[in-house]
Nanobody, 124 residues
Framework: QVQLVESGGGLVQAGGSLRLSCAAS????????MGWFRQAPGKEREFVGA????????VYADSVKGRFTISRDNAESTVYLQMNSLKPEDTAVYYC?????????????????WGQGTQVTVSS
């Protein structure tokens, strides 16, 4: 069992930055691929980005590519989402998730453990 807790959300102006953290407990995340997803009001949960077990391998949604960066610290069992050049359309609840195995995935159905989410609001 893995428990995930996100933090770092908040209110920021367009063009600003936020850094989200996802702290894992219960089991080490070193054998899990980790993903970030978001859900805006009235919309389905969508993929933001993910990081393989190998921290040098990441994948991003086109909408955030070049603005968001995912990193992980396996020793600290923490995953980060650095968000720069934020836009109002980035407003959503952001969730981190853990997927057994080494390879990240876009499909949320592959992720077994989920955090409770953290709200990110970007004002125009």
């Amino acid at each position: 069992q893995v428990q995930l807790v996100e933090s770092g959300g908040g209110l920021v102006q367009a063009g600003g930055s936020l850094r989200l953290s996802c702290a894992a407990s219960g089991r080490t995340i070193s054998s899990y691929a980790m993903g970030w997803f978001r859900q805006a009001p009235g919309k389905e949960r969508e993929f933001v980005g993910a990081i393989h077990w190998n921290p040098s391998i990441t994948v991003y949604a086109d909408s955030v590519k070049g603005r968001f960066t995912i990193s992980r610290d396996n020793a600290e069992s923490t995953v980060y989402l650095q968000m720069n050049s934020l836009k109002p359309e980035d407003t959503a609840v952001y969730y981190c998730a853990a997927k057994p195995g080494l390879i990240a995935a876009v499909d949320p159905r592959g992720y077994v453990y989920w955090g409770q989410g953290t709200q990110v609001t970007v004002s125009s």
